[in-house]
């Protein structure tokens, strides 16, 4: 698997209906967001990006305000430990539900979070390496199937013990993207899925802002 993704998600709707049928993607609302969240930054437009790359690197800064939609990835959110996400990140505002998304394919780690009007509903974090990180609030019912066996990590012929978790944490991932946002990176196309291709995200490169005094 080569998905990666450390991405913010906010919303007052379903987000895979409010993202379908090409939206338009508020460009002055999406820039008047970076300023406001990354004021110690000056920002430098870059071509856009779209939603099936949102692992931007370094000062990197990806965001798109759609009608009812927010997304935001940085690097920021690459995080072991998603309810430590800053509190500037957590105004209801932006949308009364907040999704942390976040995983990395080269570790095999997966992240994720939910939010509600600011308080924390569910975050669980976790790795092959790590073990679980963070395991707070309780089950979503699309993570009650790996829990339980159902999508082992490993082929039956396989020694079990060679892989510490019950379940592959990308896998897992994947079920997150579909269920929160109606598409995936990786697995069988399937043409009742949004295509993140088709969702633009602004692109900056951000650097420090100094100030002089004279």
């Not at 920002?43 to 990806?62: A, E, I, M, Y």
């Not at 942390?100 to 939010?115: G, Q, T």
């Not at 092959?128 to 999508?151: A, C, I, K, M, T």
């Amino acid at each position: 698997m080569g998905a990666k993704t450390w991405m913010l998600v906010y919303s007052s709707g379903n987000v895979s209906e409010l993202l379908r049928g090409t939206p338009i993607l508020d460009r002055p609302a999406s820039l008047a967001l970076a300023k406001k969240l990354f004021p110690e930054h000056s920002l430098n437009p870059q071509d856009d990006v779209d939603l099936s790359f949102t692992c931007p690197r370094g000062k990197s800064l990806f965001i798109a305000c759609y009608p009812g939609v927010t997304i935001i990835a940085a690097k920021e959110f690459t995080i072991d430990y998603p309810s430590q996400l800053p509190t500037k990140f957590l105004d209801p505002k932006l949308g009364n539900t907040l999704y942390f998304h976040a995983m990395h394919s080269v570790v095999d780690w997966f992240a994720y979070a939910i939010w509600k009007e600011g308080k924390l509903l569910r975050s669980l974090s976790l790795s092959p390496d790590s073990g679980v990180l963070e395991d707070l609030g309780p089950r979503l019912s699309f993570e009650e199937p790996y829990w339980n066996g159902q999508h082992p990590a490993l082929d039956p012929e396989e020694d079990a013990s060679a892989y510490p978790l019950v379940f592959h944490p990308l896998d897992l991932g994947e079920a997150a993207l579909l269920e929160f946002f109606g598409y995936q990176l990786e697995g069988e196309i399937d043409p009742t899925q949004i295509e993140p291709s088709q969702i633009p995200l602004m692109c900056f490169k951000r650097s420090k802002t100094w100030w002089k005094f004279w």
